[in-house]
C-alpha cells in the first residue's frame, strides 16, 4: 500500500458553540491508528500557521483584515454571534490547519506518497469572502504557495464533501491548471469554471447513485488532466448519519468510495502524489470513517472502530 504520513495539532481541537463539528475528530483517529499499531505518534508532522504572505496570495488583504475585526464577517461564516475570545481562538485553528494542508502538499511532493491532514478542507472560502465554517481556504493557499515555489504540474481538487466545493472553484475559475472535480448536493451559486466538474445529485441520495455517478465520471477527469498533485477533499458529511448531511451513504459506501477514489488514482497514474484533508464531517460518529479509510490506506485492510471511542483517547 502506499507510504501515508500525518499532519496535526493539538490546535485543531477548537471549535465553536453550537456548530456540530467534533472538535477531538482527529485526535480520535490517530488514537484509533497508534492503537491498531497502524501509526507512532513519533510519525506526526505538527503545522505552523502559514505567514500573512501566504494567505494573500488568495485573499484580500481587506477581507483578511476585516475577519479579525468586523463581527459581521464572522458572524456571516458561522450563522451565528461568536465572541471575540471564539473568533480568535477559531481564527487560529484554521490558520494552523492551512499551515497543515502546506505542509501536506510538501510531504506528499517529497515522497511521491499520500500526505493527510487531519484538518482543513475549508473549500466554501472565497478570495474575499468565508462562508459555510470556512475563514481560509487552506486548499488554495497550498496550491499557490506551490505555484510560487515553481511547481507547474496540473493540480486535480477531487472534493466529496456533501456541500459544493464553490469556494476552490471560484479561485481557480480563470486557472486551467487547477481543475476542480465536486460531486454534491446541490450548487451553491455559479460553477462555471475553465477546468471544472460540478455534479448535483439532490437530496436522499443513496450508494448505488453516489458510486455509479463516481464510476461513470471521476475516471475521465484523470485521464484528462494527468495531475502531477491529486488533493482529495475526503468531508465524510455524505454518511446517513451525518447531523448536518442529506445523503443515505452507508458505512459500506463510505469505504467503497475513498477505496474507488485511490483505485482509479492508481489506475491512471501510479505514483501521483496525493494530500487528503478531512473537510466536513458532523457529528460524534463522523470520525470512524476517515478512521476505517486511513486503515486501508496504510495496511491494505480495513479495521473496525471501537464501539465506545473513549476506549482510543
Partial sequence: MAEVRF????????TVQGIPLDPMRGWKILGFLVDEGLLDRDDISVPRPPALRALLRVHDADYLDAVGHDPEVTERI????????????????????????????????????????????????????GAGFCIFNDIAVAIARLRAKGFKEP??????DIHYGDGTRAIFAHDATVYTYS???????????????????????????YLGTLLKTLPDVMTKVKPGLVIYVAGTDPAADDTLGNWKISADGMIRRDRLVFELLRRARR????????????????WRYSARFFSWLISGKVAKTPDNAEMIL
Fill in 155 to 160: 493540480i486535480l481538487v477531487i472534493d466529496l
Fill in 183 to 209: 460531486v454534491h448536493n446541490e450548487d451553491w451559486g455559479d460553477t462555471e469554471a475553465e477546468a471544472s466538474t460540478s455534479i448535483a445529485l439532490g437530496a436522499d441520495v443513496g450508494d448505488e447513485v
Fill in 78 to 129: 458561522f450563522g451565528a454571534k461568536i465572541s471575540d475570545a471564539e473568533v480568535e481562538h477559531v481564527v487560529q485553528v484554521e490558520r494552523t490547519a492551512v499551515g497543515g494542508t502546506i505542509l501536506a502538499t510538501r510531504l506528499a511532493l517529497q515522497g511521491r506518497s499520500v500526505a493527510i491532514n487531519l484538518g482543513g478542507g475549508y473549500h466554501h472560502a472565497a478570495r474575499d469572502s
Fill in 271 to 286: 505514483r501521483v502524489p496525493v494530500v487528503i484533508v478531512l473537510a466536513g464531517g458532523y457529528g460524534s460518529e463522523s
Fill in 7 to 14: 499532519i496535526y495539532s493539538d490546535v485543531y481541537t477548537g
